[in-house]
């Protein structure tokens, strides 16, 4: 009699099984790639680029469509993925001359008294790696292995930042192995580590974040994939990491971890929309506040714990992996100091009903608030729109309000017809410019980055 009321049970609702974790805390995997589009991916909507093992992550797991970055540039947006926190709050929306991102021999970093995901981990057990494009300092005291990860293989920042006095490194833990780096193996060298580090580690939980160099410009894929893609070499890198996915996940299949790993791929920010990158359908590019340059594609794969094909339209963000990894491990979230992201496990696990305990989200370029999401609704706020990506223009932008439900493309501008929801969308504007501050006005919110009087002398040749 039990067991036919679970069979019926089961009938009524097929993805009950998938809600049960396991006791057992999952091995993670977070794949993040650089400057990859929204539309670059073939479950994304791509026709040029062949993505196979990335589509058939999405089709045995969960594609997320409303799922975003912080800012449209590297190091911010990795500062967020590692803090949990907006870039204004732990100070790493500027460099220290008030650039885009850090550069080679930068003074200034990742603070060491941030909590990353991966001290969480480690804390809680967990075997930690980073393997690829790191770029939140390159000063010996911002380096991966000051913030969690027992190693550490890559490049400090991104490929196209080698200089005459400083050639583009590879690293190992804290040391320079090869300056200048040949960057069409490296995709490659990089899938051989993680493979050695996933078969080292299978006894035990691990964390293997893996950063590829792709595709950020110039492009460089790897011999055996040149001239394969449809999409000329932009294509070609894409494939290429396709392939390498695809060498993980039989890695897992082989090792019998697929049933207990968590793997998520997902990008730095939006593409340039040169040399075949595509964010369609939406508006803009990599370097914009608009959907095109911070919203990118999301996918994660648990067999067995999340259902296939599911998908998920509520609003999420990388902000939200320090506590939803968290709670997923067992770990501890950080008590002395604020943390942005939201615990989204419900939404990961693709739980029935589930929805986000995501009210807002806040775009941010350099020092500017120019945008802010309520559920569907977006406003663009006025801002100069010099920092608008690479426009080059010197007006001020217009309030805008977007219902990116049925407008994701931004073009119909529809604040005169909805005058409250703009005033509930500028209110939480005003809160967000108190806590983390806009333009010059700090923010009572705001924490110091950390910060070195001499760069590094490893890096300079």
Same mark, same amino acid.
């Given at each position: ?134 770029? %939140?300092? #390159? ?5 991966? !292995?000051?913030?969690? &990860?027992? =190693?550490?293989? @890559?490049?400090?920042?991104? $490929? ?91 890695? %897992?299949? #082989? ?5 207990? !790993?968590?793997?998520? &791929?997902? =990008?730095?920010? @939006?593409?340039?929309?040169? $040399? ?161 501050g806009d333009g010059p006005q700090k923010g009572t919110g705001q924490r110091p980055a950390g910060w070195v009087d001499q760069a590094s002398p490893r890096l300079l040749r």
């Amino acid at each position: 009699m039990k067991l036919l009321l679970a069979l019926l049970l089961l009938v009524q609702s097929p993805c009950s099984l998938f809600a049960v974790q396991s006791s057992t805390p999952p091995n993670i995997i977070l794949i993040y790639m650089d400057d990859l589009g929204y539309g670059d991916l073939g479950c994304f909507g791509s026709t040029k680029n062949r993505t196979p093992n990335l589509d058939r992550m999405a089709a045995e797991g969960i594609r997320f469509t409303d799922f975003y970055v912080t800012s449209g540039v590297c190091t911010p947006s990795r500062a967020s993925l590692m803090t949990g926190c907006y870039p204004r709050r732990v100070n790493l929306h500027v460099d220290e001359n008030d650039k885009w991102v850090l550069f080679p021999a930068a003074r200034k970093g990742l603070n060491p008294k941030e909590t990353t995901i991966a001290e969480i981990l480690k804390t809680a057990g967990y075997a930690t790696t980073c393997i690829g494009k790191w770029h %939140l300092g #390159d000063h010996p005291d911002f380096l991966p !292995t000051r913030h969690g &990860f027992d =190693s550490y293989f @890559g490049i400090p920042y991104s $490929n196209d930042m080698g200089r005459k006095n400083i050639p583009l490194p590879l690293m190992r833990d804290e040391e320079v192995i090869e300056a200048p780096v040949k960057q069409a193996p490296l995709t490659r060298r990089y899938t051989d580590e993680a493979i050695s580090f996933i078969t080292k580690n299978k006894e035990r939980p691990f964390f293997l974040y893996l950063p590829h160099t792709c595709v950020h410009l110039p492009l460089f894929p790897g011999e055996g994939f040149q001239g394969k893609s449809a999409n000329g070499k932009y294509g070609d890198w894409i494939e290429e990491v396709d392939a390498a996915t695809g060498e993980l996940l039989k890695t %897992l299949k #082989d090792l019998k971890l697929e049933k207990n !790993t968590l793997v998520i &791929f997902t =990008s730095d920010n @939006g593409s340039n929309g040169r $040399n075949g990158g595509s964010n369609a359908p939406l508006k803009g590019t990599k370097g914009s506040t608009h959907e095109g340059g911070m919203r990118v594609p999301c996918l994660m794969r648990w067999p067995g714990t999340i259902p296939p094909g599911a998908i998920c339209s509520q609003l999420a963000s990388t902000l939200d992996f320090l506590p939803t990894l968290t709670a997923l491990a067992g770990g501890a979230l950080p008590q002395e100091r604020k943390i942005d992201g939201l615990n989204i496990t419900d939404l990961v696990l693709a739980k029935e009903g589930a929805q986000t305990p995501r009210s807002s989200l806040f775009y941010y370029h350099t020092t500017q608030l120019q945008a802010v999401r309520s559920g569907k609704w977006k406003l663009v706020l006025p801002h100069d729109v010099r920092f608008d990506g690479w426009s080059g223009k010197k007006e001020d932008s217009p309030l805008e309000l977007y219902d990116l439900s049925t407008d994701p493309s931004e073009n119909s501008n529809v604040a005169a017809k909805y005058p409250a929801v703009v005033e509930q969308l500028r209110k939480l504007a005003h809160e967000a410019r108190k806590d983390l501050g806009d333009g010059p006005q700090k923010g009572t919110g705001q924490r110091p980055a950390g910060w070195v009087d001499q760069a590094s002398p490893r890096l300079l040749r």
